[in-house]
């Protein structure tokens, strides 16, 4: 049984009977598939994301740029691409390493980069933060080797020059935002001085704080600082609270002394014009003025007092009350009767010379 298959006729072609054309045909398929195995080797082709663009180098030169997409290449080493990510914000940070993004996130502080000396000779430490994008892909690709760390030590000797510049106060309250926007236009000068092809955006002070031993004493100073500042606003508040009201009570006081003065005068003009018709008058009947100004007088002073007329004849009665009804008259003063005594005996001497 177990050589049943040795009883079974094969007939193997010999070498000499197989047509040529098929063998120049297999001949020509195994070639095409060995040179597109060796064209896919090299990757003939490329993908440039939404965020990138794509430059090419033929033979170590600058080729041409191209947009996201897919695009075909020639073998490497032939043509070469970068894709340098245009779109990102890139992050460079200066006195201390971000450890991990988090949450929560980690920090490792590094005091060798954030300490530096203030202008009146004290010492801060700094974290900086500096943000950049990519204008340029030649100019950032080709100009300068390592635009990253370039640009981190640009910041570090920019910022301690900066800083240098003001006193220990203005980088740890006041002037921070001055210092953030010289900081930021210096950078921006240095990179385009090299060349290397980014925009800065931003450069924000993370923290400025005295060292570690001294640190609580500059929390007081900083909190008395801003007490100094509340009572200033307080005392601005108040000065504009009272000073528009000082001015309207001074306004108030020159308008009732305008309006006293004009009705003053009419008065006076009144007076007078009063006065020199009553001269007229006068000059022309004085007897009959003089008797009329009398009268008027008397009306003024009397008005709404008890009146009495006394009698020149003795024999009449004395007075005659003209008093209007319902007023009380007025009984005549009885003149007091000399009060009877003993008369009183003084020495001649005090009562002076006899004559």
């Known amino acids: 049984m177990s050589d049943w298959f040795e009883d079974i006729p094969i007939e193997l072609p010999k070498r000499g009977d197989l047509p040529m054309k098929q063998i120049k045909g297999a001949a020509w398929i195994v070639f095409v598939l060995f040179l597109l195995l060796v064209v896919l080797s090299f990757k003939p082709w490329f993908t440039v994301n939404p965020d990138e663009v794509g430059v090419v180098m033929r033979l170590g030169k600058y080729h041409r740029m191209v947009e996201p997409g897919f695009h075909w290449r020639l073998p490497r080493p032939i043509e070469i691409v970068y894709t340098p990510k245009v779109?990102?914000?890139?992050r460079i940070e200066v006195g201390f390493k971000t450890l991990s993004p988090g949450?929560?996130?980690r920090f490792q502080h590094l005091p060798?980069?954030?300490?530096?000396?203030?202008?009146?000779?004290?010492i801060v430490v700094s974290e900086l933060i500096v943000q950049y994008r990519i204008s340029d892909p030649i100019k950032y690709l080709f100009n300068v080797y390592d635009v990253h760390t370039?640009?981190?030590?640009?910041t570090e000797s920019v910022e301690r020059q900066i800083i240098g510049d003001y006193a220990i106060d203005a980088a740890l309250t006041w002037g921070r935002d001055e210092i953030q926007e010289k900081i930021l236009a210096e950078i921006q000068k240095i990179s385009d001085y090299y060349e290397m092809g980014v925009t800065i955006r931003l450069v924000q002070l993370q923290d400025v704080h005295a060292p570690k031993p001294v640190e609580p004493a500059f929390l007081r100073v900083t909190s008395a600082r801003e007490d100094q500042s509340?009572?200033?606003?307080?005392?601005?508040?108040?000065?504009n609270g009272e000073i528009p009201k000082a001015e309207g009570q001074a306004q108030k006081i020159l308008q009732e002394s305008e309006a006293y003065r004009a009705r003053r005068i009419a008065e006076a003009q009144g007076e007078?014009?009063?006065?020199?018709?009553?001269?007229?008058?006068?000059?022309?009947?004085p007897v009959v003025t003089r008797t009329r100004l009398y009268l008027e007088t008397l009306e003024k002073v009397l008005v709404?007092?008890?009146?009495?007329?006394?009698?020149?004849?003795?024999?009449?009665?004395?007075?005659?009350?003209?008093?209007?009804?319902?007023?009380?008259a007025i009984s005549p003063v009885e003149p007091q009767k000399p009060t009877v005594g003993r008369p009183s005996i003084m020495p001649t001497e005090s009562r002076g010379e006899v004559r």
């Open 87 to 90: 779109e990102q914000v890139k």
């Open 103 to 105: 949450p929560p996130a």
């Open 112 to 122: 060798e980069e954030g300490e530096m000396l203030t202008g009146d000779e004290n």
């Open 150 to 154: 370039a640009l981190k030590a640009v």
């Open 230 to 239: 509340r009572f200033v606003n307080e005392a601005i508040g108040y000065k």
């Open 272 to 285: 007078v014009e009063r006065f020199s018709a009553v001269l007229k008058e006068y000059q022309s009947a």
């Open 304 to 328: 709404g007092k008890p009146k009495v007329i006394l009698g020149t004849d003795q024999n009449l009665l004395k007075f005659l009350n003209v008093s209007p009804l319902g007023m009380e």
